[in-house]
């Protein structure tokens, strides 16, 4: 009898042991299962921010190509339909911007529009996501057909106890964007040397040598707004400036 209720007892405690394993591996693999889920909204998110840090940057290099180099127009300008037009050349004055200028002109764009973009993050804070968004800065940097940029954008993702930082952005823009500048440097330089004249012939040349097609508008009868087409796409790539000259000098 007594070696009999020994055995029950062995038996009690490997049974009593099973369940508690089992209970274990159900606790490690729905935490394992959560951690997993986790991941994959951190993916989520961080693609999320991604396509915006890609579609905000597209936008300005856009954007800015139209309104010759700017996002915030400086004056001598004319305002034309929606978008401010730079004035490149005053009849004997150069406002011609420099790259840096240009470059920091795509930077304002995102550090306005990246934010607004990031909105929709409330969309993961139904489900238990919260945020804390540090200071955007970075970079933008012109290259031969494409405009690269690097972003810093502290952004703490909290879900539970678990936090996570993502910080590190980047996109490249391929664009003709600086094929717009060079042949509008092109032109203005031309301007220089042959003083107030408008130079159709040449703006021509030019246009037909780098594959690209121009149009022109006048504006109160000394004004011409210069438009270059640089692709024939849907949305046409186009780059704007306005050249200004004298009364008959």
């Not at 009999?4 to 490997?14: I, L, T, Y």
């Not at 961080?46 to 190509?65: F, H, M, N, Q």
């Not at 040449?202 to 690209?212: D, H, K, R």
Request: net charge negative.
């Amino acid at each position: 009898m007594e070696k009999r209720g020994k055995k029950g007892q062995v038996a009690v405690f490997v049974i009593v042991g099973i369940l508690i394993f089992v209970a274990i591996a159900i606790l490690f693999f729905i935490k394992t299962g959560d951690k997993k889920t986790q991941d994959l909204e951190i993916d989520s998110i961080k693609s999320y921010i991604d396509s915006c840090v890609e579609s905000v940057s597209r936008e300005g290099v856009y954007l800015i190509a139209m309104q010759g180099g700017y996002f915030e127009v400086p004056n001598p300008k004319e305002e034309y339909s929606y978008i401010e037009i730079p004035i490149y050349w005053d009849t004997k004055k150069d406002y011609f911007p420099d790259k840096e200028v240009v470059e920091e002109e795509i930077m304002k764009y995102i550090q306005l529009a990246l934010p607004i973009c990031l909105d929709e993050f409330k969309d993961f804070e139904d489900s238990g996501f919260s945020f804390e968004i540090g200071n955007l800065d970075g970079s933008a940097t012109f290259k031969k057909d494409v405009m690269k940029i690097k972003l810093n954008y502290p952004i703490s993702v909290k879900k539970g106890d678990a936090t996570v930082i993502l910080e590190d952005f980047s996109t490249d823009v391929y664009s003709d964007l600086n094929k717009g500048y060079e042949i509008s440097r092109l032109i203005i330089e031309e301007h220089k040397k042959k003083g107030n004249n408008f130079l159709l012939g040449y703006i021509t040349n030019l246009a037909y040598e780098n594959g690209i097609k121009f149009e022109t508008m006048n504006f109160n009868d000394n004004e011409v707004l210069i438009t270059l087409i640089l692709d024939e796409e849907e949305i046409h790539f186009i780059y704007s400036f306005i050249i200004k000259y004298g009364d008959g000098e």
